[in-house]
């Protein structure tokens, strides 16, 4: 692997981490970090590999090892959940996971005693609750989010319900997962060991991960346990009762994650607050409303909100008998913040506050790859979904990714075959256009011929 100081295994690591479309910007704190997750010759091994997912066979040539002792490394860097593994056709295969939601949190996903837990929990809290740079890029870099919230359900009336889409509900998602991993919830165990403890004392052990996340977790280093999709459900039920809100990956199929975050400790819900009216997450497609005939201004509606978006203000009222004029507060809500969560119409003693459906339906990427590929045009880095430092990327991560950008609205083409620069994509987005205009002439003709 040819010789590095300490320093530049570190740095190649940073910079390898940085051709995921989601990175971590340099800083002295982030150096730290790595050195508590990765031995030097750890940040060695994982500076070389792939950011696409890879075999076996791959690593060790990359390594310039045999597949045996290269499967050695890769099952302790599982261990450490510094990688995740999946089989495809009966091939293993492994993968870099992003820095969130990924290693980072990963490594504070259960108890453990082979690292200085509370050391790495303030090196984080400096890094994310001090530090600007890492939030503002995790969540602000690219218009399409890496996370969005899922609607309590439970707030829903009956006519509501039959609106609501599968991909929308934190139910469907437990119900359609192969696997689901519980481990504790890293925001809480990281603001715990940084000296700032969760100020609602809400449930640690309510971070669920789903399929190959989950078993990988699960069957390495027991970063989570598998459970079943019952337990899963009284999670969701536990963490309604202590308010807190439901972020997962924002797509539509097959989430990796869905968190349980409180407005104290989850950094996105603190970048809620902290750079209003900027939203980190996409938001569901709901919003509150409120009835001001039954509302009493009791105020728990803007406790409870975890990201601050309701005020009480002063409203006056007729004069009494005695002449003098009567006031009362009322809730107003700030629509351009609202995560549209729930939590306040939950908390409601009155029912005086209802959900309905946004004026604009918020669209969420299909999957993790469509995802991926938004953001990477976004944020001008799509060749590094593409290819790779050290190889070119397999047919199959080529195919998934060319296939996503054919499926995109025609700008995002065209931004995305700037960034590439490829003949070879102009020719698949050529072809493609051709194909459309083909078919849309083909419907003309048939409109006309049924006219006639």
């Not at 969005?148 to 359900?153: A, G």
């Not at 689901?180 to 890293?186: E, K, R, S, T, V």
């Not at 996105?268 to 409120?290: C, D, G, H, K, W």
Request: contains cysteine; aromatic residues 8%.
């Amino acid at each position: 692997m040819g010789h590095l100081s300490s320093r530049d295994a570190y740095k190649s690591l940073e910079e390898r981490i940085n051709w995921f479309t989601q990175g971590a910007p340099e800083s002295e704190t982030l150096y730290k970090i790595l050195q508590v997750l990765y031995t030097e010759r750890e940040a060695k091994w994982v500076s070389l590999l792939p950011v696409r997912p890879f075999t076996l066979k791959r690593a060790a040539r990359v390594w310039g090892t045999t597949e045996a002792k290269a499967e050695k490394v890769l099952d302790h860097l599982c261990e450490k959940a510094l990688l995740v593994d999946s089989e495809y056709h009966g091939v293993r295969q492994f993968v870099m996971p992003p820095p969130m939601a990924g290693f980072i949190e990963f490594a504070l996903m259960r108890t453990r005693g082979d690292i200085d837990q509370k050391y790495l929990g303030e090196l984080y809290y400096q890094y994310m609750n001090v530090e600007e740079d890492f939030v503002k890029d995790l969540f602000f870099a690219t218009e399409t989010r890496l996370g969005r919230v899922y609607v309590q359900e439970p707030v829903l009336s009956n006519d509501k319900m039959n609106h609501i889409l599968d991909y929308e509900r934190a139910t469907h998602i437990v119900e359609d997962a192969e696997y689901i991993g519980l481990g504790l919830c890293y925001c809480r165990h990281k603001a715990y060991h940084a000296g700032h403890p969760c100020e609602i004392d809400a449930p640690w052990d309510v971070c669920l991960t789903f399929d190959n996340v989950a078993r990988s977790l699960a069957e390495h280093g027991e970063y989570a346990r598998l459970i079943s999709k019952e337990e899963a459900m009284d999670v969701l039920e536990r963490s309604y009762e202590s308010n807190l809100v439901q972020i997962g990956e924002n797509v539509r199929e097959h989430p990796a994650f869905i968190c349980n975050c409180c407005g104290c400790c989850c950094e996105a819900l603190q970048a809620a607050r902290r750079f209003s009216p900027m939203q980190p997450v996409a938001t569901t497609n709901y919003l509150p409303e409120i009835s001001f005939e039954t509302c009493i201004g009791c105020g728990k509606c803007a406790k409870v909100c975890p990201i601050l978006a309701i005020a009480m203000e002063e409203e006056k009222q007729d004069e009494t008998a005695a002449g003098a004029k009567k006031q009362r507060k009322r809730p107003v809500i700030d629509t351009e913040i609202c995560l549209g969560c729930g939590v306040c119409a939950r908390n409601c003693p009155t029912k005086a506050i209802h959900l309905e459906r946004r004026p604009v339906q918020i669209i969420t990427p299909v999957n993790s790859t469509h995802r991926f590929v938004l953001q990477a045009i976004e944020k001008g880095t799509l060749q590094n979904l593409i290819f790779d430092n050290q190889a070119f990327a397999n047919h199959r991560a080529m195919a998934a990714v060319f296939g996503t950008i054919l499926r995109l609205p025609p700008l995002k083409q065209a931004l995305a075959s700037k960034q590439f620069k490829s003949v070879y994509l102009d020719r698949l987005l050529s072809v493609w256009q051709k194909k459309k205009d083909r078919e849309m002439d083909e419907r003309k003709a048939q409109r006309s011929g049924q006219n006639v």
